[in-house]
């Protein structure tokens, strides 16, 4: 075999021969081999964020698109339904047992991102286990008691599962700068916006004052009490408030307003489209592979 010569630049990182920061030549046998590829399964294929999510796996790096799963458009190409230029040749299907099934023969590492309701959320997690497959939960209004029931399966199975409140890389940065702040301000109030009156305050308000509370802080000490629906909710017992404004038109934003002597410190993160889960997602299933448990919370891996 003829030898494969390749130039490369060898890293800083590598020790004494990286400080001499000059091209070296790289012979081989044969090419390295690449990094396994990732089988990815998508339930709730035809809903917005999964059309996108067919997308950004297709086009990814060391991931294949190997099942797209619904009950709306079956046998339509998942490629096709997606808007992409080229057909996948992967039909939409409606039955997540064979898919995974066929990805277990295949004996390849294979991750189910599930986008369909918290009813059908349980058994989705515990098939994909069944057949060695790790799991990335995206859907709103999950039940605390079922995210307990998965914690407790997928220990018990050591089978990796992310149960994330969000995938928007943003938004948990948005929420880990606003528990920084909390420990330096006594007053803060979040304004959202969104285009739609569904589901206010919004799960992200929620969970952002979920996160404040509870950390020996008391906000808003001087109206407090007050009743004026003007004044916004309050969530939890810390004081902390949340105004709502719904206005057809307007991008989805999270703004967290912090003040002390002399100052304002604003925190705000917008959303223009789905395509903002899109980096969270594909980086959830680069890592959710490595998992032996549940963990909760897109933040478990920035």
Not at 79 to 88: F, Y
Not at 240 to 253: A, E, F, I, K
């Amino acid at each position: 075999m003829v030898p494969l010569c390749h130039p490369v630049r060898v890293s800083r990182t590598w020790g004494k021969i990286a400080r001499r920061n000059a091209a070296k030549v790289y012979c081989s046998m044969e090419t390295p081999p690449s990094q396994s590829t990732i089988k990815v399964v998508i339930i709730g294929a035809t809903k917005e964020i999964g059309r996108t999510a067919i997308v950004a796996v297709s086009k990814a790096r060391g991931m294949e698109l190997a099942g797209a799963i619904d009950s709306q458009h079956i046998g339509e190409d998942a490629g096709q339904i997606s808007g992409m230029e080229e057909p996948l040749e992967l039909p939409v299907l409606n039955d997540l047992t064979m898919v995974l099934g066929s990805i277990a023969q295949s004996r390849a590492t294979g991750v189910v991102v599930d986008f369909s309701e918290p009813s059908t959320v349980y058994d989705n997690v515990k098939q994909a286990a069944a057949f060695g497959l790790s799991s990335i939960v995206y859907v709103p209004k999950i039940e605390l008691e079922t995210v307990t029931e998965l914690s407790a399966f997928c220990e018990k199975a050591s089978m990796g599962c992310l149960v994330a409140p969000t995938l928007s890389i943003g938004s948990v940065l948005l929420q880990q700068a606003a528990i920084q702040a909390s420990f330096h301000y006594s007053n803060v109030e979040i304004v959202e916006s969104r285009p739609n009156p569904l589901d206010l305050p919004s799960q992200d308000a929620i969970q952002i004052a979920n996160n404040i509370s509870d950390l020996g802080q008391i906000y808003n000490r001087e109206d407090m009490d007050t009743s004026s629906p003007a004044r916004g909710q309050v969530l939890g017992d810390d004081g902390v408030r949340v105004h709502s404004m719904v206005l057809p038109g307007l991008v989805s934003s999270t703004s967290i307003n912090f003040s002390g002597p002399g100052e304002i410190y604003t925190l705000r993160h917008d959303v223009t489209n789905v395509q903002c889960l899109m980096p969270g997602l594909i980086l959830a299933i680069r890592k959710v592979v490595r998992l032996k448990n549940l963990i909760y919370g897109l933040e478990k891996f920035l």
